[in-house]
T-cell receptor, first 114, second 116 residues
Framework: DTTVKQNPRYKLARVGKPVNLICSQT?????MYWYQKKPNQAPKLLLF???????READTFEKFQSSRPNNSFCSLYIGSAGLEYSAMYLC?????????????FGEGSKLTVL | GDSVTQKEGLVTLTEGLPVMLNCTYQ???????LFWYVHYLNESPRLLLK?????KRTEHQGFHATLHKSSSSFHLQKSSAQLSDSALYYC??????????????FGKGTSLTVIP
């Protein structure tokens, strides 16, 4: 099974409210990524876990949190949603073989902030 | 830093005509991998092609691409477009060998629409 699952697929949130997006994979991949995708823009890497180590991009460091309680599960947490957070959020995993592995994506979680 | 450029945002083609989607990249790593991902509506993006070998053609599902390191290009081609090829296509680059994990850099994507 090479699927990555994301929940929820669609999320409506009010400005200022928290949002929690969930991702799971059963491929025993050691790296899990979260990307933000807005129309006409490249998918933007927000953060990734390599095993238990969280790496966050400098420009989104304070906006997004994440946890990975086990190898299969990774969450993306927004403490206080703003209108600019409206986007598709793509979770992906990779077996982590240097430079040879591909990304396996989930179907995405579409977040709309009102 | 590393980057990927896809010049065309939208491409509309008539069925049966050849497809060529452009991808150029910048990286300091000589052994970076280049990828094409395809994203059909309401599905997960999935890998279409990948390569790290200079001047070697790689093919899958009727599509092909050749990595040219001299021009930093990895254009996606198909000889004859089909209606089912309509999708969003991303070119991506991965680098940072020997660290155990990879960074992936994506282009903005090219939305291909094939019409009858």
């Amino acid at each position: 099974d090479t699927t990555v699952k994301q929940n929820p697929r669609y999320k409506l949130a009010r400005v200022g409210k928290p949002v929690n997006l969930i991702c799971s994979q059963t491929m025993n991949h050691d790296t899990m990524y979260w990307y933000q995708k807005k129309p006409n823009q490249a998918p933007k890497l927000l953060l990734f876990y390599y095993d238990k180590i969280l790496n966050r991009e400098a420009d989104t460091f304070e906006k997004f949190q994440s946890s990975r309680p086990n190898n299969s599960f990774c969450s993306l947490y927004i403490g206080s949603a703003g209108l600019e957070y409206s986007a598709m959020y793509l979770c992906a995993s990779s077996p982590g073989q240097a430079n040879t592995g591909q990304l396996y994506f989930g179907e995405g979680s579409k977040l709309t902030v009102l | 830093g590393d980057s990927v450029t896809q010049k065309e945002g939208l491409v509309t083609l008539t069925e049966g005509l050849p497809v060529m989607l452009n991808c150029t990249y910048q990286t300091i790593y000589s052994n970076a991998f280049l990828f094409w991902y395809v994203h059909y509506l309401n599905e997960s993006p999935r890998l279409l092609l990948k390569s790290s070998t200079d001047n070697k053609r790689t093919e899958h599902q009727g599509f092909h691409a050749t990595l040219h390191k001299s021009s930093s290009s990895f254009h996606l081609q198909k000889s004859s477009a089909q209606l089912s090829d309509s999708a969003l296509y991303y070119c991506a680059l991965s680098d940072r060998p020997n660290t155990g994990y990879q960074n992936f850099y994506f282009g903005k994507g090219t939305s291909l629409t094939v019409i009858p």
